[in-house]
């Protein structure tokens, strides 16, 4: 795997680092979007000139390129910026056959501007319809045919993106979470508030938990992704593609590589519960506080929070003038005011002291002896509880039950159960349900048939005592 800077020029950053860093990130939007009516990141030197001189006829100030030569004029100041750019490696010249000289950018500044324009327009995170995708192309029959080529690559770059922009999500919330300062005022609260709520909880955050949920499509993705890695044939046809695109010839090193990135898919789905479990903490964090900083800013009242924000208040403008100066018995008395007692009858909801529990210990009344149970009807209440509780669906009850059926046998099909009732059928279900149970003496073998008793089809199976 190459370095970066063993594809990026040594000078490429440098117009982004000096004195006019703002007029070259302009000047580079500006390239972008010249480019983009052409069928190529190729155009005609004029054109480039004439949009760069339109930008710099706004803004008069003066630059150099040299440190000593200061330019005013907005076509030098153009002409001076394309230099710098094709010095620094962002861009070349390209001469065609009618001598038309064309501005050129290299390959690998299409990307780095790309992502800049993305973080100037403050895009939110863009992972709607990536999971669907996913979704849609481990359903899709027809691409089977070409598994690596047409499924598997795709949904492991889908899922680097999905992860991707779920932490690009992540770090928004924070960054959102430290615009919030203790200088704010409430006003500024709630701008910042309903920003966030825009951009994030409206969009990103609430498309999270409705419509881009991975719960709803976790389960299908992994079966599917289960299925592939299952079915031989699948897996053959996958490795010959790999083969083919990554231009591999180990089959053996093929083979662990596509096992590998469908594994990793399907540890990725089974993370991501932990990032959004994260957002959620955040989210909720941030609305929590910006919440309380409102309201406790905005609470002006007579109750004991407007009191406080009252009082704090007033010393901290006494503190940022300096002194009390002249309004200082002013200030001292309107402080007084607010710190009237009143007697209080009982605790608010919002107080930190802990309620005393006290307990008092009435008089206890003898009790009654006239509905007191005799001793021949205690005894048909307690055989009554016994009857119940055996006819119990427990797994102790169903356990003993399938021992009275096996007798001597050690196995037996599920046909041979009797059946005269409902009940029997619902313990039918029971034995296949606490078969799995370490603590039976006895387990089951299913077949994948289906059989019919008492009129409903049932899924077969034999019970098998276990070895004692």
Request: charged share 30%; aromatic share 10%; hydrophobic share 35%.
């Amino acid at each position: 795997m190459k370095h970066l800077f063993e594809i990026l020029p040594p000078q490429f950053f440098k117009p982004l680092t000096g004195k006019y860093r703002r007029e070259y990130a302009d000047c580079i939007m500006l390239l972008l979007n010249s480019f983009k009516p052409e069928i190529s990141y190729g155009v005609n030197r004029e054109i480039v000139v004439r949009a760069l001189t339109d930008y710099f006829e706004v803004d008069d100030a003066e630059m150099t390129f040299d440190d000593e030569t200061y330019i005013s004029d907005a076509r030098d100041k153009a002409n001076g910026v394309i230099a710098m750019l094709k010095s620094c490696g962002w861009i070349e010249y390209e001469q065609e056959t009618n001598h038309q000289l064309n501005v050129v950018l290299y390959e690998y500044a299409i990307p780095i501007i790309e992502s800049m324009n993305r973080v100037i327009r403050e895009e939110e995170a863009e992972y709607q319809g990536i999971i669907s995708q996913i979704h849609a192309s481990l359903q899709n029959k027809d691409l089977y045919s070409k598994p690596y080529e047409l499924i598997i690559k795709g949904v492991q770059e889908n899922t680097e993106r999905l992860l991707s922009e779920l932490k690009k999500l992540n770090a928004s919330i924070k960054r959102h979470m430290e615009k919030q300062t203790n200088d704010m005022e409430a006003d500024e609260i709630l701008n910042h508030f309903f920003e966030y709520h825009q951009n994030i909880g409206s969009k990103a955050y609430l498309r999270m938990k409705t419509s881009e949920n991975i719960s709803y499509f976790r389960s299908a993705i992994i079966e599917r992704l289960e299925y592939l890695l299952e079915t031989p044939e699948i897996m053959d046809r996958a490795v010959s593609g790999y083969m083919e695109v990554e231009e591999k010839t180990d089959e053996t090193a093929a083979y662990d590589n596509v096992v590998q990135m469908l594994l990793d898919v399907k540890s990725s789905f089974y993370r991501l519960d932990d990032i959004i479990d994260e957002i959620d903490r955040k989210h909720t964090r941030y609305m929590r506080n910006a919440v309380m900083r409102a309201k406790f800013l905005l609470a002006t009242g007579n109750n004991l929070e407007g009191k406080l924000s009252q009082i704090l208040n007033q010393y901290v403008e006494e503190l940022n003038c300096g002194g009390t100066g002249e309004s200082g018995e002013e200030t001292e008395s309107a402080v007084q005011n607010l710190l009237a007692l009143y007697p209080q009858n009982y605790i608010s909801p919002e107080s930190l002291q802990s309620i005393k529990v006290t307990k008092k210990l009435g008089k206890v009344d003898d009790l009654s002896t006239e509905n007191r149970m005799s001793e021949e009807e205690r005894q048909l209440y307690k055989e009554a509880l016994r009857m119940k509780n055996r006819n119990r669906f427990s797994r102790k009850n169903i356990n003993a039950y399938v021992m009275t059926l096996l007798k001597d046998c050690s196995r037996m099909p599920v046909n041979a159960v009797p059946v005269e009732s409902r009940r029997d059928l619902l313990r039918i279900i029971y034995i296949s349900i606490y078969a799995g149970n370490r603590s039976n003496n006895y387990t089951i073998q299913r077949t994948g048939e289906r059989t019919e008793i008492a009129g409903f089809s049932l899924p077969y199976f034999e019970i098998i005592r276990k070895d004692t």
